[in-house]
Antibody
Framework: EVQLVESGGGLVQPGGSLRLSCAVS????????MSWVRQTPGKGLEWVAN????????FYVDSVKGRFTIFRDNAKNSLFLQMNSLRADDTAVYYC???????????WGQGTLVTVSS | DIQMTQSPSTLSASVGDRVTITCRAS??????LAWYQQKPGKAPNLLIY???SLESGVPPRFSGSGSGTEFTLTISSLQPDDVATYFC??????????FGGGTRVEIK
C-alpha cells in the first residue's frame, strides 16, 4: 500500500524557518518525481515544488523561489521542504504528493498545517 | 503561467442527476489535464488523467473529455458519496503546474 506521511508543520513567526518531512512507503521512492502542494481556503490548491528522482532537477512556483528548497533522501525514502523567510501568505496545509507517469499527482499524503503568524 | 478557470464554483443537484463541470485553460494544453476529488478534511484523490483516462478504482460514472483549452468532468448519475470539491490541474509544463479554483458539488 502506498503511504505518504508528512510531519513538521506548526506555528512559526514571520521571517522564521520550518522543515517539512514526508516519509514514504509502498513503492520504489527513487523511481518517481515527487512534489509539494499547498492549500489555503482563499487560494485553493497551489503546486509548490517538484524534484526529479535523483534530486538533480528541481522546480518551484515563483512565489517561493529563493526561500524554499525541496530535497530528498532516497536511502531513507524521505522527501523534505526547507522553508525560510516565511510569510503570512505561506500559511497553508502542505501536502507531499507523488507524480505519476506524467505530471499529475497520483498519491497524496494527509497534509501538515503550517501557520505563519506573530 | 497557464491559468485554469473552473465553472461553476458551486453546484447543487439531485441524486441521479447528470452533473458537468467545466475547466478552461488560458492556452492550449493538448490533453494534459487531470481531475481530482477532495472530500472535507481529506487530501485530493485522482479521478481522471490525460483528460479522459479513468484512474484505477474510480467508479465509471465519472468521465472526462476535451482537449486544447476546454475540458469537462461529468458524473453520469450523482450519488451522495460524490459530495466533494472537484479540481482540475494542467500538466502541460512540468516546471509550472496549476490548478483550477475548484467546484463544490452538493446534493439538493
Amino acid at each position: 500500500e502506498v503511504q505518504l506521511v508528512e510531519s513538521g508543520g506548526g506555528l512559526v513567526q514571520p521571517g522564521g524557518s520550518l522543515r517539512l518531512s514526508c516519509a514514504v512507503s509502498g513503492f520504489s521512492f527513487s523511481s518517481y518525481w515527487m512534489s509539494w502542494v499547498r492549500q489555503t481556503p482563499g487560494k485553493g490548491l497551489e503546486w509548490v515544488a517538484n524534484i526529479k528522482q535523483d534530486g538533480g532537477d528541481k522546480f518551484y512556483v515563483d512565489s517561493v523561489k529563493g526561500r524554499f528548497t525541496i530535497f530528498r533522501d532516497n536511502a531513507k525514502n524521505s522527501l523534505f521542504l526547507q522553508m525560510n523567510s516565511l510569510r503570512a501568505d505561506d500559511t497553508a496545509v502542505y501536502y507531499c504528493a507523488r507524480l505519476g507517469t506524467m505530471d499529475y499527482f497520483d498519491f497524496w499524503g494527509q497534509g501538515t498545517l503550517v501557520t505563519v503568524s506573530s | 503561467d497557464i491559468q485554469m478557470t473552473q465553472s461553476p464554483s458551486t453546484l447543487s443537484a439531485s441524486v441521479g442527476d447528470r452533473v458537468t463541470i467545466t475547466c478552461r485553460a488560458s492556452q492550449t494544453i493538448n490533453s494534459w489535464l487531470a481531475w481530482y476529488q477532495q472530500k472535507p478534511g481529506k487530501a485530493p484523490n485522482l479521478l481522471i488523467y490525460k483528460a479522459s483516462s479513468l484512474e484505477s478504482g474510480v467508479p465509471p460514472r465519472f468521465s472526462g473529455s476535451g482537449s486544447g483549452t476546454e475540458f469537462t468532468l461529468t458524473i453520469s448519475s450523482l450519488q451522495p458519496d460524490d459530495v466533494a470539491t472537484y479540481f482540475c490541474q494542467q500538466y502541460d509544463s512540468y516546471s509550472s503546474l496549476t490548478f483550477g479554483g475548484g467546484t463544490r458539488v452538493e446534493i439538493k
